[in-house]
């Protein structure tokens, strides 16, 4: 399993000099136990990436984990530190100019904005998000970032606040979705991304929609 696969490299890195190696495999391995919903062992090993990182001052790498550990947190409902790691994040890439980091870092927030009910907040992300998505060299490749400017739309517009038409958002989250997934059969196709959980929001969200399931071909 791809679970082992890191354990075994991160053993092999482990006890070696080569920190940076080792934080590298933990933050991997992180990543992948808080797809498999194993929260508390992700958060434990993210958190040691995080220190080690901070060792070495990498700030690159030390964004990405700030990054996850804010997902991590957002899983396991704690909401102030989930804030600090991704405004941390956020700072970081920043510093780093990375756009593409900058748009997840928010999307991130605003998904937490959303969770907390805070309006101002969600109507300030959205608009922001939305700005650094059509900054992007490749906006309509960023499903998931759509996908959350649907979420923020919808719960404003259900709330009689003024925001952007949320269908939009889903309809190119939806399409890009299935276009990155057009190489498989159609049998297969559903059956590979209904088994991660940000892929399956999109599909159920837009078989509601009535989005035609062969758009991406």
């Known amino acids: ?6 354990r075994e490299a991160l053993a092999l890195r482990e006890g ?10 933990r933050l ?6 808080l797809h498999l919903g194993q929260l508390d ?5 993210a958190t040691k990436a995080l220190f080690q990182f901070n060792l070495l001052s990498r700030k690159a790498l030390l964004a990405d984990a700030e990054l996850l550990l804010g997902k991590i947190q957002i899983r396991l409902r704690l909401h102030d530190s989930a804030r600090n790691h991704l405004e941390n994040a956020l700072e970081l890439h920043r510093q780093k100019g990375n756009l593409r980091a900058i748009a997840f870092d928010k ?17 300030r992300l959205t608009s922001e998000l939305d700005e650094a998505v059509k900054g ?3 906006p309509d490749l960023e499903e998931q970032l759509h996908f959350r400017l649907f979420q923020s ?3 404003l517009r259900h709330r009689g606040k003024p925001a952007p038409e949320p269908e939009t958002f889903l309809e190119q989250a939806y399409r890009e979705l299935l276009r990155k997934a057009s190489h498989l059969k159609p049998e297969l196709r559903h059956q590979f991304l209904f088994q991660i959980s940000e892929y399956r929001e ?11 399931a062969n758009q991406g071909d």
Do not use: C, M, P, Y
Request: aromatic share 2%.
């Open 1 to 6: 399993s791809a679970a082992s696969t890191l």
């Open 16 to 25: 070696k000099d080569d920190i940076a190696g080792e934080a590298v495999a």
């Open 28 to 33: 991997a391995i992180a990543e992948n136990q």
């Open 41 to 45: 062992r992700a958060q434990e090993e």
């Open 107 to 123: 999307a991130h927030l605003l998904k937490l904005a959303i969770l907390e009910e805070k309006t101002e907040q969600i109507a």
């Open 136 to 138: 992007l060299a490749s």
């Open 153 to 155: 739309t919808r719960w």
């Open 202 to 212: 999109i599909l159920e969200e837009g078989s509601r929609a009535g989005l035609a």
